[in-house]
């Protein structure tokens, strides 16, 4: 079991920044990949950002170079730094966690909302 805590959400204007966290109850060691997704009003959830444990990182064509996802291993925690956010980056944003032991499994934080304003 996994349990994934999100914080960081709020207004931001547009062109600034804002660091949402994501703390895990157990070691990010024993977590395949953490990613980051948003859903906005009337949308699907979709893929921000991902990093596996490997250290490997993926993004939405949508937040490439103007976002950042990173880890803390020590503090059992993953980060997504939003540089220059736009007003279309406004959703509520999730952390997700993937465990392959043995058994492929999903954790979802509760979500934190982002809020874009011009």
């Known amino acids: 079991q996994v349990q994934l805590v999100e914080s960081g959400g709020g207004l931001v204007q547009a062109g600034g920044s804002l660091r949402l966290s994501c703390a895990a109850s157990r070691s990010i060691f024993t977590i395949s990949a953490m990613g980051w997704y948003r859903q906005a009003p009337g949308k699907q959830r979709e893929l921000v950002a991902a990093?596996?444990?490997?250290?490997?990182?993926n993004y939405s064509d949508s937040v490439k170079g103007r976002f950042t996802i990173s880890r803390d291993n020590a503090k059992n925690t993953a980060y997504l730094q939003m540089n220059s956010p736009k007003l279309e980056d406004t959703a509520v944003y999730y952390c997700?966690?993937?465990?392959?032991?043995?058994?492929?499994?999903?954790?979802w934080g509760q979500g934190t909302q982002v809020t874009v304003s011009s």
């Open positions: 997700n966690a993937v465990t392959r032991d043995g058994v492929e499994r999903e954790y």
């Open positions: 990093i596996t444990r490997g250290g490997s990182t």
